[in-house]
């Protein structure tokens, strides 16, 4: 049976980089990534994906997952990586519109992100469900909390007044990547989760 190897992301920390010339070359692996030779592909794991998005959003999602698993495992023993830095995504719980990494104010309905990121509970239902003989692995890449926001605002040019302060605002939870990393070390045990940090070689190393 396959091991299955989640890339969870954070964006803005080379995933377009290994996605496009990493990830496509490990020829031990089934690579299910968003990008190919620099070009998005057909997305086979967009049940996996929606799982996601409907556990989020509070639609059903359990028989998403069991799709991905049991379609994947009909194709063989060979591991199978999936890469999408969507999964670090935590939209707002009353704005379901609203963009996944950062908080649009809007008194009457915006609340902070409070308590454990959601990918640590989405992470802990698939383990549950793996298909019998298969095993669960995370990666996770991560930046600077400075170097991310400067970076998210250079390529998105949302820049408006107070969107730094409303990232990090008292009660907001999404920029504690380390509590994300103890959760899900805590759920997959360290063995299984690989926490990659942006730095100055980082970028060398993918390319290589």
Known sequence: MPEFILHVGLPKTATTQMQTNFFPKLGSIMYLGKLHDG???????DDIRKAYTNFQT???FLSLIDQFFSAECTKGSRNILVSDEGFMAWRNPK?????????????????VRDGTHPIVE?????????P?????????????????????????GFVRHGLVRDLVRS??????????V??????LGEANLLILFLNTDFGKIVKE
């Open 132 to 156: 019998q003989g298969s095993s669960l692995k995370v990666i996770i890449t991560i930046r600077n909390q400075a170097d991310f926001l400067g970076s998210l605002i250079a390529q998105t």
């Open 171 to 180: 009660g907001d939870r999404f920029m504690h990547f380390s509590d994300t």
């Open 39 to 45: 070009l998005p592909r057909k997305r086979p794991f």
């Open 182 to 187: 103890k959760g899900l070390s805590c759920v």
């Open 95 to 111: 704005m379901e519109h609203a963009s996944p990494f950062v908080s649009f104010s809007n008194p009457a309905v915006d609340v």
């Open 122 to 130: 989405f992470i802990r239902i698939c383990k549950k469900r793996l």
């Open 58 to 60: 509070g639609k059903s």
